[in-house]
């Protein structure tokens, strides 16, 4: 059977369902296509940090990409609630990076002066100060840096509040829709599953992990590798954390229900997504590091996703060079909670008013050949 949609969104994770309720709230008739069920891919191993002067201070494209998409937060939130009755945890309760050592103070240093360029309050705090803040930390801290402006949002929270936020706007979503192959049909495009084929105007690629395998008809794979990232959630003693807690090997988000997030581990070992006895020890080690109490933590599960990263570890963002009408969302590696407004803006833009943000010549696929 042939189904016709004027977009269709290859993906269901966080970006897909951003670029899809974004597409559909301007009026385009979208249809979403997944392997798996909605959010179940990298989006539900997630922590949903959002903190781009953290991650990315020293990478000025990045940086850019990342501070733009935080200042659309409170907004994109605010939408999605108001279009769903979801309820998402979202909080600025800002982050607390701890230094172990002489360089990890001086990296705090290089933060605060990168923060300050920019207008952004970052307080640095010596160790005694930090132990006022969080008085539970480890005594063998040097010090700590508070980006006010930092937070965390509830991955599978937001992503459900899209979905719902999509289908009211009339998205159909298709899942263990395992997309195969994209391919011109006349003067529109077909999508091909191993069960029904799917017609459409435009496609947009934001198959995470997945997307350089679908086969493009004359185009090169878009060069994306899967990066295995583990989380683990605890049930953590008191007293509770107050802020985003990070630390040279880990991060640790502490939710409203009292319990934390910790992650995450990064490793190349293509598209195993086991969770494993070594990359759990690693995060219990790295957080007792900074938190001794959580030696008193329960465990309650671990998490596996795998990061789509590209040879920059910038996103993919844009049109195709060589297949017209499809358009990448994909490759944005550890950031794709925070990229997903300005992604589903930049593709809204493109695709409804035919306008090319500047930002997408930092994320173009052309960087990459035809693909």
């Known amino acids: 059977m042939n189904k016709t949609s004027s977009v269709v969104v290859v993906g269901a994770g966080i970006v897909g369902c951003a670029v899809a309720y974004e597409l559909a709230r301007r009026g385009v008739h979208v249809r979403v296509l997944d392997r798996r069920e909605v959010g179940q891919g990298a989006t539900q191993a997630s922590a949903g940090v959002l903190a781009p002067f953290i991650e990315a201070f020293d990478r000025r494209q990045l940086l850019a990409l990342t501070s733009r998409s935080l200042s659309l937060y409170d907004e994109f939130v605010a939408r999605i609630v108001e279009d769903s009755g979801a309820t998402i945890q979202y909080a600025r309760t800002g982050t607390l990076e701890v230094a172990l050592d002489d360089a990890g103070l001086q990296r705090l240093r290089v933060i605060q002066q990168a923060c300050e360029d920019r207008g952004i309050r970052a307080e640095l705090l010596g160790a005694e100060d930090v132990y006022g803040v969080e008085p539970h930390l480890s005594k063998t801290l040097r010090g700590g840096l508070i980006v006010e402006s930092h937070g965390f949002v509830g991955a599978s929270d937001l992503t459900a509040g899209l979905r719902r936020a999509a289908v009211a706007y009339g998205v159909s979503f298709e899942t263990g829709a395992a997309v195969t192959r994209i391919a011109r049909n006349g003067t529109g495009i077909r999508i091909e599953t191993a069960g029904d084929d799917f017609a459409c105007d435009a496609v947009v690629m934001a198959a995470g992990s997945w997307s350089g395998r679908v ?7 878009v060069p994306i590798r899967p990066v295995r990232g583990q989380l683990i959630h605890l049930g ?65 599960e671990a998490r596996v996703g795998l990061r789509p990263a590209t040879p920059d570890e910038l996103p993919v963002i844009g049109p195709s060079a060589v297949f017209p009408g499809l358009v990448y969302a994909c490759g944005h590696f550890r950031n794709g909670i925070l990229l997903a407004p300005l992604t589903a803006s930049l593709i809204g833009d493109l695709l409804v008013d035919q306008i090319q943000a500047e930002l997408l ?9 035809d693909c």
């Open 361 to 369: 010549d930092l994320t173009t696929p052309k960087r990459f050949g």
């Open 215 to 221: 086969e493009i008809d004359g185009a090169m794979p």
């Open 236 to 300: 953590w003693p008191a007293p509770a954390l107050t802020r985003v807690l990070w630390s040279p090997d880990c991060y640790l988000v502490p939710w409203s229900d009292g319990t934390v997030l910790v992650g995450a581990t990064v490793e190349e070992v293509g598209f195993d997504e086991r969770a494993t006895v070594f990359g759990v020890r690693a995060l219990i080690d790295a957080a007792q590091r900074v938190a001794p109490q959580v030696s008193e933590a329960s465990f309650l």
